[in-house]
């Protein structure tokens, strides 16, 4: 059972990156992580509109299963001088 917020679709945008001020960046020939607060206007991206409690409670139970399985694998490795790669 997961946890359930409520989104107003009304408050909702296209969740579109604020441009940066580097041609490289918007040519996608150079990348670096921003900080989320500069990356976009509504802190989120990608546009909302088409979610649903249901669509999330799938996402939720897929990301849950795979980040498990990762957890394990890490959690067995050994740590060696090349850890964790």
């Keep these: 059972m997961t946890r359930r917020t409520v989104?107003?679709?009304?408050?909702?945008?296209?969740g579109q990156a604020r441009?940066?001020?580097f041609k490289?960046?918007?040519d996608k020939t150079v990348w670096?992580?921003?900080?989320?607060?500069?990356?976009?206007e509504s802190s989120g991206m990608g546009d909302?509109?088409?979610?649903t409690a249901e669509k999330g409670d799938i996402f939720?139970?897929?990301?849950?299963e795979k980040l498990a399985e990762f957890l394990k694998e890490l959690s067995d490795a050994e740590m060696d001088d090349n850890f964790p790669d």
Excluded: C, M, Y
Aim: net charge positive; charged share 30%; glycine share 4%.
């Design 7 to 14: 989104f107003r679709k009304d408050n909702a945008d296209q």
């Design 19 to 21: 441009k940066s001020k």
């Design 24 to 26: 490289a960046v918007e």
């Design 32 to 40: 670096f992580s921003r900080p989320w607060h500069l990356l976009t």
């Design 48 to 51: 909302p509109t088409g979610a």
């Design 60 to 64: 939720i139970e897929a990301i849950v």
